[in-house]
């Protein structure tokens, strides 16, 4: 693409299930799963990888004596799945939760607290390496993830082989075209490129780029 060089877009293709459901970043795996609007290469020198998203779990709502138990989806989560190359060598695995909520218990795991107030009062962290967890989580990287937690509220986070997978919940159907606009308008082709922008900025935001640890 002549606007972001080195990134495919694949409108049919998403972020497979197994990746959202096996970062174990809720406490519960989805009942009803769908992915799309992929981006996928390199920005910079950092392999990038995100599609939209929307994960679903049913419930048993009652209806009423003449309808009974129906099975119900619920949305916990919509939004924008983003998986990068890390830019420093770690064989731990690391979760951010927002602070009070729950994820998926994981073997050999353990609460981490960090030296940072603001970042605690944000994130919940939890780690299989307390000496790994603050070199992944330095001063710099905790600033950085706490900016972008103020552009994605309730925004959770995996550091597992040597990437990072970010969980950026939105309101809005990014990548999509309006049904109110012709489709090759000049408003409709910068919307889509300002969400396409807004999505790699996050490899800026968070530094990835930065390659001082000599990691290929």
């Keep these: 693409d002549q606007h972001f060089p080195g990134i495919s877009y694949e409108p049919g293709e998403g972020i497979h299930w197994r990746i959202f459901d096996e970062s174990g970043l809720f406490p519960f795996e989805s009942d009803a799963y769908r992915s799309e609007d992929r981006f996928c290469g390199h920005w910079g020198a950092t392999e990038v990888c995100f599609a939209e998203a929307r994960a679903e779990r049913a419930r048993r709502r009652w209806r009423g004596t003449d309808r009974g138990f129906e099975r119900e989806y619920e949305t916990y989560f919509r939004g924008i799945v983003f998986l990068a190359d890390f830019h420093k060598h770690f064989r731990s695995t690391t979760r951010l939760l927002p602070r009070g909520q729950d994820a998926a218990s994981a073997r050999g795991e353990e609460r981490a607290t960090l030296e940072d107030p603001h970042f605690e009062s944000i994130f919940e962290t939890f780690t ?14 905790m600033s950085r993830l706490v900016a972008l937690s103020a552009r994605f509220p309730g925004m959770r986070a995996r550091f597992h082989q040597e990437c990072v997978l970010l969980l950026l919940p939105s309101r809005s159907d990014r990548f999509e075209p309006s049904l109110y606009r012709r489709a090759r308008s000049r408003a409709q082709i910068q919307g889509f490129l300002d969400d396409v922008r807004a999505c790699l900025s996050v490899v800026d935001d968070l530094s990835l780029n930065t390659r001082i640890w000599s990691k290929d």
């Design 128 to 141: 299989t390496d307390q000496v790994d967890v603050r070199f992944i989580l330095s001063t710099g990287m």
